[in-house]
């Protein structure tokens, strides 16, 4: 059964970092494009970092420069580092395959707040 699990959220300050993990079951994680999405109370899911088989990357106006996307393929996990965090990062955080699976894991909740 394919299965994601994200994990490493919290509350943080602004200006802070976090490092989420992302890890990955019952799907061909190594041949895969990766990435992480993220949702805001009110707002829809959005495409923030993507990392492909070979390990390029690539990131939202709205990260670059702040966040880092990375894989270990003999865990079959991807990581995102937050760093420089702000208030408007706040949102549930989810990996998932870049185009998404029709399934999702649970997310995990990154607060940046004072």
């Known amino acids: 059964q394919a299965q994601l699990v994200e994990s490493g959220g919290g509350l943080v300050q602004p200006g802070g970092s976090l490092r989420l993990s992302c890890a990955a079951s019952g799907i061909i994680f190594r041949s895969i494009t990766m990435g992480w999405y993220r949702q805001a109370p009110g707002k829809e899911r959005e495409l923030v970092a993507t990392i492909t088989s070979g390990g390029t990357t690539n990131y939202a106006d709205s990260v670059t420069g702040r966040f880092t996307i990375s894989r270990d393929n003999g865990k079959n996990t991807v990581y995102l580092q937050m760093n420089s965090l702000k208030p408007e990062d706040t949102a549930a955080y989810y990996c998932?395959?870049?185009?998404?699976?029709?399934?999702w894991g649970r997310g995990t909740q990154v607060t940046v707040s004072s």
């Open positions: 998932n395959r870049n185009p998404s699976f029709s399934f």
